[in-house]
């Protein structure tokens, strides 16, 4: 029997209803009730949550299987259903899952003798794409299943590890005694006694971590193993071997045992069918596979064939597909193979429903409880305010709920399922349950007024959890761990941005101190500067490092400059992570006061820093010694050069080099805010204060070798750019702007690139070459040159004329400001060629002259050199990385940047967490951004080593929104370039005017007087 292939699916399953009595979620559209019960007989359906719990439901014999599931979606409050299913042994003995077409009588033979499990039907590749907090919750208990079934086999390490975050979740906080009782108690993992210690050894590790958080790790530690998600079914192939076969994302899998040997892509896969006991796989031409045109695997029965073509059928369409594929029309006369087709929603429906539809969300409780029953379901962690807000580890939005440094005894979040608290309860699913009281009990000794307020939900993650802890009510308002670890999924209120309702009394519970928030940036930029020097000492060290094109002295040289470094401030990060969470109370500190300053650790660390200035005099020594290596090995500056093209290195390598000297400007900046902010009486004010003189006088002895070398880095990047250049980067020369000119030719105006030195100027086109450089046109020595406007002469807007001794060029800004600050920079150039003696234009090209046939032979030469190290490039090198450079986007947003908006840039870089909503979208999404290079580059997370993806900020405007956007949020700002338009939310006044303000250096940079004497007199 041949089956047809799987067909796209979309599903009409999770959407909320509208009416406020049901308080539940149903797989119809929006506004509709759930689907009328048909008439007949009822059954009650018995169904087995991951919990282990038992639920009982009421239902016609004659209604579908999608009743069902919707009844019990609705039970659980749950949006994401679409990821799960019911399944259950049939009358052969086989599980299968739930059709939610067919009518229940024709597939339950006994239903009140059945038992339907909820379980994980769908396994995503990553569980950030699960956006409800609830979701993630039930796949951690799947994994916890599959962990303890065997079904999910790991290495020791792997399994200790997922144990570990388990535990955390459900017991809490590391303490020895405890978790070894809890592990002799509760087994996670076959034979689990000989792991014990390991277990232990990572749960110690986990300390402040919430049960969201713990479920988070669980899942992005299960989901990297081999047989996530994976359930087997066994085969053999044409020679009898015994395999099992299954099914992923991604397409069918052939396992032998629990190794994988095979994977069929499903762009590879044309059409899966079955005949009788024979599973066949019919692949698409491949000249260079050695597969034949169809695979055979021989199954037990022709039962075995149909359910699993049947969950291939499903996991194709539901990850493949956009939307649900439409039913097949009846045929008159008789039909040919299965009528089987996927019904619901494919995942890309899912994923866009809940980021674009509002919620009001049920608040979701789990773990630890206070009542002996078990829930009927581990609970909807929907998000409404608890009656108290205690301590929270998280970034804080203030639009939200406010969190208070007050009591920070409190730690832990719990939760509760929604159904009991409708009932007046409040119980904890799961195992455990008998330890989790007894821990929790002795500590009720604190409870706390209530306070009222419902904090909207999230289109993209889930913002809260709430419960007893330590007999008080706590909220996690989700960040970051004092370790550093991933944050948890449940971000932020401000993601929740629906029906959001705010008390007037939030703000004072919330850390709103802006000492705290300037605490906080050196906490956010530091991850990023840590994250920096990783790609030296890991990344550069491990893809160039270890060739052995690259010379020892340069290995050395790295190796000894750098690791120090980065040793002493992933400690120092260390530090500030733990005291930011006692500042927000997220320890078991008791005394308000102690933590709620940074200025004693900065000093520490600045003290302790002073040994290590050594190493940041070493910068130019790196820059220097890498530039010689590359020069002489062609095979080292193609290792280089594949590197820079690797995700990783987000900008140019030779920036990182010089990030630790920029690092003690961004100190100082830090501490001047600081003490500008703190009264003289402040207890935090004298250890700022010091620090502050500290790192100014390490800033004062390095700011000379500091300028010295971002202008011979930035003649380093500007030569990898340009071709027919021999010796642009020679002691003297000084860069001082590059941008987008038009210059006036027989052919009228042509766009050309300018590069403005203070000895020459080069004019350039872009190059069709593989590596998007410019080829250079010309040269114009400043010595004897004058420059004169000219619209009036040539009738070009914008027009102004270089007359050289030589030659004379005519060229046009694209605006009256580009024309002031081209022709104030070349005015200054010019004076500084008259007094200084800088570098010989002649040294600057060899045998340059304005005829094709040098312009031809030298870009002929850069070429055959490009080849020569094509070979050690990588094969799928992605060329317009390159185009991302700042002198790329110059030319295509047709401005200028100069060497002083260099230097502000530097000195105004920024990360942290922001929300973004484009034009047209209803929801925001959070995502760790980082200013610098005068871009935004966005990551998923602080822990992400490569960002998902970049912003350019030349040309944009940032302005705030107007009242006709609708944009009814505090602290928002819009960035704007023609069509493209962005919002962007951040957490406080504090960070608003940082986000701004950096921007604002980027996206309006000015001419060079003006901003030489703003950064004099400015404070940061």
């Given at each position: 029997?041949?089956?047809?292939?799987?067909?796209?699916?979309?599903?009409?399953?999770?959407?909320?209803?509208?009416?406020?009595?049901?308080?539940?979620?149903?797989?119809?559209?929006?506004?509709?009730?759930?689907?009328?019960?048909?008439?007949?007989?009822?059954?009650?359906?018995?169904?087995?949550?991951?919990?282990?719990?038992?639920?009982?439901?009421?239902?016609?014999?004659?209604?579908?299987?999608?009743?069902?599931?919707?009844?019990?979606?609705?039970?659980?409050?749950?949006?994401?259903?679409?990821?799960?299913?019911?399944?259950?042994?049939?009358?052969?003995?086989?599980?299968?899952?739930?059709?939610?077409?067919?009518?229940?009588?024709?597939?339950?033979?006994?239903?009140?003798?059945?038992?339907?499990?909820?379980?994980?039907?769908?396994?995503?590749?990553?569980?950030?794409?699960?956006?409800?907090?609830?979701?993630?919750?039930?796949?951690?208990?799947?994994?916890?299943?599959?962990?303890?079934?065997?079904?999910?086999?790991?290495?020791?390490?792997?399994?200790?590890?997922?144990?570990?975050?388990?535990?955390?979740?459900?017991?809490?906080?590391?303490?020895?005694?405890?978790?070894?009782?809890?592990?002799?108690?509760?087994?996670?993992?076959?034979?689990?006694?000989?792991?014990?210690?390991?277990?232990?050894?990572?749960?110690?590790?986990?300390?402040?971590?919430?049960?969201?958080?713990?479920?988070?790790?669980?899942?992005?530690?299960?989901?990297?193993?081999?047989?996530?998600?994976?359930?087997?079914?066994?085969?053999?192939?044409?020679?009898?071997?015994?395999?099992?076969?299954?099914?992923?994302?991604?397409?069918?899998?052939?396992?032998?045992?629990?190794?994988?040997?095979?994977?069929?892509?499903?762009?590879?896969?044309?059409?899966?069918?079955?005949?009788?006991?024979?599973?066949?796989?019919?692949?698409?031409?491949?000249?260079?596979?050695?597969?034949?045109?169809?695979?055979?695997?021989?199954?037990?029965?022709?039962?075995?064939?149909?359910?699993?073509?049947?969950?291939?059928?499903?996991?194709?369409?539901?990850?493949?597909?956009?939307?649900?594929?439409?039913?097949?029309?009846?045929?008159?006369?008789?039909?040919?193979?299965?009528?089987?087709?996927?019904?619901?929603?494919?995942?890309?429906?899912?994923?866009?429903?809940?980021?674009?539809?509002?919620?009001?969300?049920?608040?979701?409780?789990?773990?630890?409880?206070?009542?002996?029953?078990?829930?009927?379901?581990?609970?909807?962690?929907?998000?409404?305010?608890?009656?108290?807000?205690?301590?929270?580890?998280?970034?804080?939005?203030?639009?939200?709920?406010?969190?208070?440094?007050?009591?920070?005894?409190?730690?832990?979040?719990?939760?509760?399922?929604?159904?009991?608290?409708?009932?007046?309860?409040?119980?904890?699913?799961?195992?455990?349950?008998?330890?989790?009281?007894?821990?929790?009990?002795?500590?009720?000794?604190?409870?706390?007024?209530?306070?009222?307020?419902?904090?909207?939900?999230?289109?993209?993650?889930?913002?809260?959890?709430?419960?007893?802890?330590?007999?008080?009510?706590?909220?996690?308002?989700?960040?970051?761990?004092?370790?550093?670890?991933?944050?948890?999924?449940?971000?932020?209120?401000?993601?929740?941005?629906?029906?959001?309702?705010?008390?007037?009394?939030?703000?004072?519970?919330?850390?709103?101190?802006?000492?705290?928030?300037?605490?906080?940036?050196?906490?956010?930029?530091?991850?990023?500067?840590?994250?920096?020097?990783?790609?030296?000492?890991?990344?550069?060290?491990?893809?160039?490092?270890?060739?052995?094109?690259?010379?020892?002295?340069?290995?050395?040289?790295?190796?000894?400059?750098?690791?120090?470094?980065?040793?002493?401030?992933?400690?120092?990060?260390?530090?500030?992570?733990?005291?930011?969470?006692?500042?927000?109370?997220?320890?078991?500190?008791?005394?308000?006061?102690?933590?709620?300053?940074?200025?004693?650790?900065?000093?520490?660390?600045?003290?302790?820093?002073?040994?290590?200035?050594?190493?940041?005099?070493?910068?130019?020594?790196?820059?220097?010694?890498?530039?010689?290596?590359?020069?002489?090995?062609?095979?080292?500056?193609?290792?280089?050069?594949?590197?820079?093209?690797?995700?990783?290195?987000?900008?140019?390598?030779?920036?990182?080099?010089?990030?630790?000297?920029?690092?003690?400007?961004?100190?100082?900046?830090?501490?001047?805010?600081?003490?500008?902010?703190?009264?003289?009486?402040?207890?935090?004010?004298?250890?700022?204060?010091?620090?502050?003189?500290?790192?100014?006088?390490?800033?004062?002895?390095?700011?000379?070798?500091?300028?010295?070398?971002?202008?011979?880095?930035?003649?380093?990047?500007?030569?990898?750019?340009?071709?027919?250049?021999?010796?642009?980067?020679?002691?003297?020369?000084?860069?001082?702007?590059?941008?987008?000119?038009?210059?006036?030719?027989?052919?009228?105006?042509?766009?050309?690139?300018?590069?403005?030195?203070?000895?020459?100027?080069?004019?350039?086109?872009?190059?069709?070459?593989?590596?998007?450089?410019?080829?250079?046109?010309?040269?114009?020595?400043?010595?004897?040159?004058?420059?004169?406007?000219?619209?009036?002469?040539?009738?070009?807007?914008?027009?102004?004329?270089?007359?050289?001794?030589?030659?004379?060029?005519?060229?046009?800004?694209?605006?009256?400001?580009?024309?002031?600050?081209?022709?104030?920079?070349?005015?200054?150039?010019?004076?500084?060629?008259?007094?200084?003696?800088?570098?010989?234009?002649?040294?600057?090209?060899?045998?340059?002259?304005?005829?094709?046939?040098?312009?031809?032979?030298?870009?002929?030469?850069?070429?055959?050199?490009?080849?020569?190290?094509?070979?050690?490039?990588?094969?799928?090198?992605?060329?317009?990385?390159?185009?991302?450079?700042?002198?790329?986007?110059?030319?295509?947003?047709?401005?200028?940047?100069?060497?002083?908006?260099?230097?502000?840039?530097?000195?105004?870089?920024?990360?942290?967490?922001?929300?973004?909503?484009?034009?047209?979208?209803n929801g925001w999404q959070k995502l760790w951004v980082v200013f610098t290079n005068f871009s935004l580059f966005f990551y998923k997370s602080h822990q992400d080593d490569y960002p998902l993806a970049s912003l350019p900020l030349l040309g944009y405007s940032v302005t705030i929104p107007s009242e006709s956007e609708n944009i009814h949020k505090d602290y928002v700002f819009k960035l704007h370039f023609k069509s493209h338009v962005y919002y962007?939310?951040?957490?406080?006044?504090?960070?608003?005017?940082?986000?701004?303000?950096?921007?604002?250096?980027?996206?309006?940079?000015?001419?060079?007087?003006?901003?030489?004497?703003?950064?004099?007199?400015?404070?940061?």
């Amino acid at each position: 029997m041949a089956e047809p292939d799987p067909e796209p699916i979309a599903s009409g399953a999770g959407q909320r209803l509208g009416a406020p009595e049901t308080l539940g979620i149903s797989t119809l559209d929006p506004g509709h009730r759930p689907p009328a019960m048909p008439p007949g007989r009822q059954v009650t359906i018995r169904v087995r949550m991951l919990d282990d719990t038992e639920e009982l439901f009421d239902i016609s014999q004659k209604a579908s299987g999608k009743v069902l599931f919707d009844l019990v979606c609705s039970h659980m409050n749950l949006i994401e259903g679409d990821y799960f299913g019911l399944e259950f042994q049939n009358h052969q003995k086989m599980v299968v899952w739930l059709d939610h077409i067919k009518p229940i009588i024709k597939q339950l033979r006994r239903p009140k003798h059945t038992i339907l499990r909820f379980s994980v039907k769908f396994f995503p590749p990553d569980h950030a794409q699960l956006l409800e907090e609830l979701t993630r919750y039930l796949f951690a208990l799947q994994i916890k299943q599959d962990l303890s079934g065997g079904r999910l086999t790991c290495n020791d390490s792997s399994a200790a590890l997922m144990v570990s975050h388990i535990i955390q979740s459900e017991i809490g906080d590391f303490e020895e005694s405890q978790c070894r009782s809890h592990l002799l108690n509760n087994n996670y993992i076959p034979d689990q006694m000989p792991l014990i210690d390991k277990i232990m050894e990572f749960h110690s590790k986990n300390i402040g971590h919430t049960p969201a958080e713990s479920d988070y790790q669980l899942l992005e530690v299960a989901r990297r193993l081999e047989m996530y998600g994976i359930r087997l079914h066994p085969a053999k192939d044409r020679e009898g071997t015994r395999l099992s076969l299954a099914v992923a994302h991604t397409g069918v899998l052939v396992f032998q045992g629990h190794t994988k040997i095979n994977a069929f892509n499903w762009a590879k896969v044309r059409k899966l069918s079955f005949k009788r006991k024979r599973f066949l796989i019919k692949l698409r031409p491949d000249l260079n596979s050695s597969y034949q045109d169809t695979l055979e695997f021989l199954m037990a029965s022709r039962d075995c064939c149909k359910v699993f073509w049947k969950i291939c059928v499903e996991y194709h369409a539901f990850f493949r597909l956009f939307e649900e594929p439409k039913p097949k029309p009846k045929p008159v006369l008789f039909s040919r193979g299965s009528s089987f087709r996927f019904s619901g929603r494919t995942q890309k429906q899912v994923i866009d429903y809940v980021r674009e539809s509002e919620f009001k969300k049920i608040p979701f409780e789990s773990r630890v409880q206070h009542n002996s029953r078990l829930s009927p379901l581990p609970s909807p962690r929907h998000h409404e305010v608890p009656t108290e807000v205690n301590s929270s580890p998280r970034c804080h939005w203030k639009e939200s709920v406010l969190v208070s440094a007050e009591d920070p005894s409190a730690s832990r979040t719990t939760r509760a399922s929604p159904y009991h608290q409708r009932n007046g309860h409040e119980d904890r699913p799961g195992p455990g349950s008998r330890i989790e009281e007894t821990r929790c009990s002795p500590r009720q000794t604190h409870p706390e007024p209530p306070s009222t307020g419902v904090v909207p939900n999230s289109p993209h993650l889930s913002g809260l959890s709430h419960g007893m802890v330590n007999g008080q009510k706590s909220l996690e308002l989700c960040s970051h761990s004092p370790d550093g670890r991933q944050p948890s999924p449940l971000t932020s209120p401000l993601l929740n941005d629906a029906c959001s309702i705010r008390t007037d009394d939030e703000d004072d519970r919330f850390p709103t101190d802006r000492a705290y928030f300037i605490a906080k940036e050196l906490l956010t930029t530091e991850r990023t500067y840590v994250k920096d020097l990783e790609v030296i000492t890991v990344s550069f060290q491990s893809a160039v490092g270890q060739d052995e094109a690259t010379p020892d002295s340069l290995k050395t040289t790295i190796f000894s400059t750098f690791e120090p470094l980065h040793k002493f401030h992933t400690g120092f990060l260390r530090e500030v992570e733990q005291r930011l969470a006692l500042w927000e109370g997220r320890s078991n500190a008791h005394i308000k006061g102690d933590y709620q300053r940074i200025g004693d650790v900065m000093l520490k660390n600045l003290q302790d820093l002073k040994p290590l200035t050594t190493n940041l005099h070493k910068q130019s020594e790196v820059l220097v010694e890498l530039e010689k290596a590359c020069r002489l090995s062609r095979r080292l500056e193609g290792l280089c050069r594949d590197f820079e093209l690797q995700k990783v290195c987000y900008i140019p390598f030779n920036v990182f080099i010089l990030r630790p000297l920029h690092r003690l400007i961004h100190y100082k900046q830090i501490l001047e805010r600081l003490c500008k902010h703190y009264p003289a009486t402040h207890v935090d004010f004298r250890d700022s204060r010091a620090a502050l003189a500290d790192v100014s006088e390490v800033v004062d002895q390095l700011q000379g070798s500091i300028i010295k070398m971002e202008n011979f880095q930035k003649l380093l990047e500007l030569k990898k750019d340009l071709i027919g250049v021999d010796n642009l980067v020679v002691p003297g020369r000084e860069f001082i702007r590059l941008g987008c000119l038009s210059k006036l030719s027989g052919k009228g105006l042509q766009q050309r690139m300018f590069f403005l030195f203070n000895d020459v100027i080069l004019y350039t086109s872009r190059g069709m070459t593989a590596t998007n450089q410019f080829k250079v046109h010309g040269q114009l020595p400043l010595q004897g040159m004058t420059i004169r406007e000219s619209e009036d002469e040539w009738g070009v807007p914008h027009a102004f004329t270089l007359v050289g001794q030589q030659q004379s060029v005519v060229v046009a800004a694209s605006s009256l400001t580009e024309m002031e600050k081209w022709m104030e920079d070349i005015k200054v150039a010019i004076e500084m060629a008259k007094t200084s003696n800088g570098p010989s234009s002649d040294l600057l090209t060899s045998n340059m002259t304005d005829n094709s046939k040098s312009q031809h032979d030298s870009s002929v030469e850069a070429e055959s050199e490009d080849d020569t190290t094509a070979s050690h490039a990588s094969t799928e090198r992605p060329a317009p990385h390159r185009g991302n450079t700042m002198v790329h986007v110059c030319w295509h947003r047709n401005t200028s940047v100069s060497m002083v908006d260099f230097s502000i840039a530097v000195e105004n870089q920024l990360s942290g967490n922001l929300l973004r909503k484009f034009k047209n979208s209803n929801g925001w999404q959070k995502l760790w951004v980082v200013f610098t290079n005068f871009s935004l580059f966005f990551y998923k997370s602080h822990q992400d080593d490569y960002p998902l993806a970049s912003l350019p900020l030349l040309g944009y405007s940032v302005t705030i929104p107007s009242e006709s956007e609708n944009i009814h949020k505090d602290y928002v700002f819009k960035l704007h370039f023609k069509s493209h338009v962005y919002y962007f939310r951040s957490e406080s006044e504090y960070t608003f005017e940082r986000w701004m303000e950096v921007i604002r250096s980027a996206t309006v940079p000015s001419s060079r007087s003006r901003v030489l004497n703003s950064k004099e007199s400015h404070p940061h």
